[in-house]
């Protein structure tokens, strides 16, 4: 099974922060690796699929970027709304596999 | 507008047995793969299985292998997953999910049905 490592596990960052996630595969996953966001007692939402393309309806504050083994998720200005667990979901193999989420605090 | 509405959760005996559905509207249900993504309690997200858009496909976690039986009824748009042999570590909250075309990723999610296993 791939593992999926994400860094750090929490955060803690101030409003107007730029944030970046860190997700490592214990081996390629080629760019199919996916970010969600979830926040407390809700289903998760997509926010980035394919490592890089924006699902319709997000913020352009988030991105994706990476291959390979390396992915990391940028939340440049962050919000309010932003406060939240995230996490990186590698499909290029079965079993899919999550990262074990980041939680983005309020510092 | 996608809705997923899962149902069938509660408490069950371990080695004791519980169906899930969920109820898709909101698109063409025959045309995407669909899956069971779960979360134990104050833990991280874990896939369990998916069903391609027919039905001819399904696929499993190694955990729940032999164990859960993924299907579903285009007809009725409804998606189930049959739990049988349930286990302590099954105890979770089980969501369904829409698969997003081409890309196996969840672009809609249900709110999620709880499942708690315990004697």
């Known amino acids: 099974d791939i593992q999926m490592t994400q860094s750090p596990s929490t955060l803690s960052a101030s409003v107007g922060d730029r944030v970046t996630i860190t997700c490592r595969a214990s081996?390629?996953?080629?760019?199919?690796l996916a970010w969600y966001q979830q926040k407390p007692g809700k289903a998760p939402r997509l926010l980035i699929y394919k490592a890089s393309s924006l699902e319709s309806g997000v913020p352009s504050r988030f991105s994706g970027s990476g291959s390979g083994t390396e992915f990391t998720l940028t939340i440049s200005s962050l919000q309010p709304d932003d406060f939240a667990t995230y996490y990186c979901?590698?499909?290029?193999?079965?079993?899919?596999?999550f990262g074990q989420g980041t939680k983005v605090e309020i510092k | 507008e996608v809705q997923l509405l899962e149902s069938g959760g509660g408490l069950v005996q371990p080695g004791g047995s519980l169906r899930l559905s969920c109820a898709a509207s909101?698109?063409?249900?025959?045309?995407?793969?669909m899956s069971w993504v779960r979360q134990a309690p104050g833990k991280g997200l874990e896939w369990v299985s998916t069903?391609?858009?027919?039905?001819?496909?399904?696929f499993y976690v190694d955990s729940v292998k032999g164990r859960f039986t993924i299907s579903r009824d285009n007809a009725k748009n409804t998606l189930n997953l049959q739990m049988n042999s349930l286990r302590a570590e099954d105890t979770a909250v089980y969501y369904c999910?829409?698969?997003?075309?081409?890309?196996?990723?969840?672009?809609?999610w249900g709110q999620g049905t709880r499942v708690t296993v315990s004697s």
């Open positions: 979901q590698q499909y290029n193999d079965y079993p899919w596999t």
């Open positions: 909101g698109f063409t249900f025959r045309n995407y793969a």
């Open positions: 069903i391609s858009g027919s039905g001819g496909g399904t």
């Open positions: 999910a829409k698969g997003k075309g081409q890309q196996s990723v969840f672009d809609y």
């Open positions: 081996q390629s996953v080629n760019n199919w």
